[in-house]
């Protein structure tokens, strides 16, 4: 189970950190996924790390302004997101999948993903 927290409202140019805490003694089995879904528009990757912290995958709209990175010991994944952007508003969710694949068909696909938390409201104001 994978429980999120973090979202909230916040100005242009501001930053937030979304966490993502998952339940269970296995989570340095999963590669983590963040995606988003803003209103009217498809589910969009943001984001992945692999099981071990060591290769972070960022899609392009973020690239350079978020950060992915995951703690094994306290089961938990995080995005930390700076420079908000208007466009970034969105419902956030994190993803787990239990098999490792390469490339951005594999990682960036959300139907790769097998587990998902509930969503996490994030607004940025202009």
């Known amino acids: 189970q994978l429980q999120a927290s973090g979202g909230g409202l916040v100005q242009a140019g501001g930053s937030l950190r979304l966490s993502c805490a998952a339940s269970g003694r296995t989570f340095i089995s999963y590669h983590m996924g963040w995606f988003r879904q803003a209103p009217g528009k498809e589910r969009e990757f943001v984001s992945a790390?692999?099981?071990?912290?060591?290769?972070?995958y960022y899609g392009d709209s973020v690239k350079g302004r978020f950060t992915i990175s995951r703690d094994n010991a306290k089961n938990t994944v995080y995005l930390q997101m700076d420079s908000l952007k208007p466009e970034d508003t969105a419902v956030y969710y994190c993803?787990?999948?239990?098999?490792?694949?390469?490339?951005?068909?594999?990682?960036?696909?959300?139907?790769?993903?097998?587990?998902w938390g509930q969503g996490n409201q994030v607004t940025v104001s202009s």
């Open positions: 790390i692999s099981r071990s912290g060591g290769t972070p």
């Open positions: 993803a787990a999948r239990d098999y490792y694949c390469s490339g951005y068909g594999c990682y960036g696909s959300a139907t790769r993903y097998a587990y």
